[in-house]
């Protein structure tokens, strides 16, 4: 473990690294999540966002159970709260609390409209009274660590992470993660590190070392890491779109960061993992919603090997895990035997611009 990746303490929790899976709604359920601990590399990872809404239906317990379900193996695990009143949020964090979460998140950045017309997400950035209130109130209902994740502002006008930063630090909050953008700015936009400099030098300034500061936006190449380090002095590094897909990606920064050994997965051990982790989904989802929540995994799996278009057409219609098997067990002997040599195929999986995502 060396400058750049490293152990780290989240409040008492104790993370065996810096590498961190980021929050992603209809991502990171359990399945996706015991994958990235399997494969290694990851310090930590965290359930999607959990609304934090008064009125309980069976079909609002449902689907808390689905996002919140977790495995032993996959621990520390944190959970993430999504809403703007803090009494709402105070009694979901307890809830996750009781749910097995043993950090507890603040999300501070969504900035889809849905999110901004109900005041939540990047939105709560305009309000850093409210952010205050809403980490007191969180901190007050768990005994486990309280973060926040947030962006550098809601928008280029609005940029005022310090704020939220101090709103977050004087309430409680024993860490921050940035995404490196204010709330309008697009996915592919450089992050800006200046900004998050500032924050980790405020941070700093105030708790010392005890507050670690997580970078994200992009933290997905070596190169990134280290500026994201060098330049403005993160604690660790964050990980959202380029760990779908590519588990191994973990692993890899590590060894290139670390001097190790890099991981090429072969296309046997793409295949398998896709399996298994189809087998963790239907268990999840049962086999009907399971297929359909499985294609975008699969296209991640898949994404960039030849013949991937062909593929991605027969895999729309697949109904069970029988299918599943056959056009899989299709796709890769093609791919051994070299039979879809030609150009490599890119399929835009998530906007590039950001549209509708985090
Ligand atoms: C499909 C998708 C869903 C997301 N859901 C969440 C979420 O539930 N909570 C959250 O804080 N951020 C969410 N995000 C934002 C990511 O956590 C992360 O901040 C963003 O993708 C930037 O990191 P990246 O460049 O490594 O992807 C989501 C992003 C994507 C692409």
């Not at 359990?30 to 965290?46: D, H, P, T, Y």
Request: hydrophobic share 45%; net charge neutral.
């Amino acid at each position: 473990m060396g400058r750049y990746i490293h152990p780290v303490s989240i409040g008492p929790v104790h993370l065996a690294n810096n590498l961190l899976l980021a929050p992603m709604a209809g991502f990171t359920n359990v399945a996706f999540r015991l994958i990235a601990k399997e494969v290694g590399g990851c310090g930590l990872v965290a359930t999607e966002m959990v609304a934090a809404i008064g009125r309980q239906s069976p079909v609002q317990d449902k689907r808390f159970a689905v996002l919140t379900r977790n495995l032993p193996q996959e621990r520390p695990l944190a959970m993430q709260v999504y809403g703007n009143d803090p009494d709402l949020c105070g009694r979901t964090a307890a809830a996750l609390d009781a749910a097995g979460a043993d950090i507890i998140d603040l999300n501070c950045g969504c900035p889809v409209r849905k999110a901004q017309q109900a005041g939540c997400g990047v939105a709560l950035m305009r309000d850093p009274a409210r952010v205050g209130a809403i980490v007191k109130a969180m901190v007050a209902a768990t005994t486990k660590p309280v973060t926040v994740k947030m962006r550098l502002g809601a928008s280029a006008q609005n940029r005022n992470a310090l704020e939220i930063a101090h709103a977050a630090l004087e309430n409680g909050a024993v860490a921050l993660t940035v995404h490196a953008r204010t709330g309008e700015s697009k996915h592919g936009t450089p992050v800006d590190l200046s900004g998050l400099a500032e924050v980790k030098a405020f941070v700093k300034a105030r708790c010392g070392e005890a507050v670690p500061v997580f970078a994200n936006g992009s933290m997905d190449t070596a190169a990134a890491i280290r500026a994201a380090k060098d330049e403005a002095g993160a604690d660790g590094y964050m990980i959202g779109r380029a760990a779908c897909g590519d588990p191994w990606l973990f692993r890899n920064l590590m060894a290139e960061l670390d001097g190790g050994e890099p991981y090429a997965p072969t296309l046997e051990e793409r295949k398998r993992l896709l399996e298994r982790h189809f087998d963790l989904i239907l268990d999840l989802f049962g086999e009907e919603r399971g297929v359909r929540v499985m294609r975008k995994y699969t296209f991640f799996y898949c994404n960039r090997l030849p013949g991937v278009r062909r593929f991605r057409d027969r895999f729309c219609r697949i109904t069970s895990r029988a299918e599943f098997q056959q056009v899989v067990d299709d796709f890769f002997a093609d791919l051994i035997a070299g039979r879809h040599a030609g150009e490599v195929e890119h399929l835009t999986l998530i906007d590039e611009d950001g549209g509708g995502e985090h």
